[in-house]
């Protein structure tokens, strides 16, 4: 638990940067780290609208890690678990280039209808925040936006506050090194909670029934611009059922 330092703005500052501990009995692997064994990449999103829908970006294993990015300019698309999952907590480690915009989709559908776990890693986005892919765009929620730099976020208002203020976000997150996501959904409406680093950044619950109760766990890689050349990149993917 680390205290916040005194001279930080009330504005911005949050009492404490609290980090949970977690019960890491019952996770499985879902990734390898060495093959694309139980993904399979799905050309039917939105952002594979560049090739005609007939390819969802290029997904490779490198250096232990499924690495993403647009095979040909503004082509994207996921790749997603064979599998289909309801409740559940997933948790993996990523390490992508700052531009690429990203996602977690958690109960994905093939063409991508997901609750988004939002890795909006570029100028004018944010990680961790919760959004409504191809849900039209509810929820949207998020407790702070990067600004022109990686080391340089604003808090905005939102019904859970930003954990971690501007002053702190340079030595809280770690870019070019590997930063732990967490994820939990949890009913239908589903609950769903959201940390950075061990560390709460949102939680919010859904009050109407618009999307299925299971689905696949995805990663994205936006369509739009020119991101050939720029990476996402996840490892020690793992996931554990919940309610057993």
Same mark, same amino acid.
């Given at each position: 638990?680390?205290?916040?330092?005194?001279?930080?703005?009330?504005?911005?500052?949050?009492?404490?940067?609290?980090?949970?501990?977690?019960?890491?009995?019952?996770?499985?692997?879902?990734?390898?780290?060495?093959?694309?064994?139980?993904?399979?990449? !799905?050309?039917?999103?939105?952002? !594979?609208?560049?090739?005609?829908?007939?390819?969802?970006?290029?997904?490779?294993?490198?250096?232990?890690?499924?690495?993403?990015?647009?095979?040909?300019?503004?082509?994207?698309?996921?790749?997603?678990?064979?599998?289909? *999952?309801?409740?559940?907590?997933?948790?993996?480690?990523?390490?992508?280039?700052?531009?690429?915009?990203?996602?977690?989709?958690?109960?994905?559908?093939?063409?991508?209808?997901?609750?988004?776990?939002?890795?909006?890693?570029?100028?004018?986005?944010?990680?961790?925040?919760?959004?409504?892919?191809?849900?039209?765009?509810?929820?949207?929620?998020?407790?702070?936006?990067?600004?022109?730099?990686?080391?340089?976020?604003?808090?905005?208002?939102?019904?859970?506050?930003?954990?971690?203020?501007?002053?702190?976000?340079?030595?809280?997150?770690?870019?070019?090194?590997?930063?732990?996501?967490?994820?939990?959904?949890?009913?239908?409406?589903?609950?769903?909670?959201?940390?950075?680093?061990?560390?709460?950044?949102?939680?919010?619950?859904?009050?109407?029934?618009?999307?299925?109760?299971?689905?696949?766990?995805?990663?994205?890689?936006?369509?739009?611009?020119?991101?050939?050349?720029?990476?996402?990149? *996840?490892?020690?993917?793992?996931?554990?059922?919940?309610?057993?």
């Amino acid at each position: 638990m680390l205290s916040v330092a005194a001279m930080t703005s009330p504005a911005l500052q949050a009492a404490e940067i609290v980090r949970e501990t977690f019960d890491d009995t019952g996770f499985e692997s879902i990734f390898d780290g060495k093959t694309l064994d139980g993904w399979h990449v !799905s050309t039917k999103t939105g952002h !594979s609208r560049a090739s005609k829908n007939t390819t969802g970006g290029k997904w490779v294993v490198e250096d232990g890690a499924i690495t993403g990015s647009q095979d040909i300019p503004a082509n994207g698309g996921i790749i997603i678990t064979d599998k289909q *999952y309801g409740d559940f907590e997933v948790v993996l480690k990523m390490k992508n280039d700052y531009g690429p915009d990203s996602g977690l989709f958690l109960r994905s559908t093939e063409d991508g209808k997901a609750w988004q776990y939002m890795i909006d890693y570029h100028n004018g986005g944010n990680v961790a925040g919760i959004y409504g892919e191809g849900l039209g765009g509810k929820p949207h929620l998020r407790n702070y936006d990067f600004l022109d730099a990686v080391t340089k976020i604003k808090t905005k208002d939102a019904p859970v506050a930003a954990p971690v203020s501007a002053e702190e976000w340079p030595e809280f997150w770690k870019h070019g090194e590997w930063n732990e996501l967490r994820a939990r959904i949890e009913g239908n409406p589903p609950t769903i909670t959201t940390w950075i680093n061990g560390v709460k950044f949102m939680k919010w619950t859904e009050t109407e029934l618009r999307h299925p109760e299971k689905g696949g766990i995805a990663l994205q890689v936006h369509g739009g611009g020119n991101f050939v050349d720029q990476y996402v990149r *996840y490892k020690d993917i793992k996931v554990k059922v919940l309610g057993k």
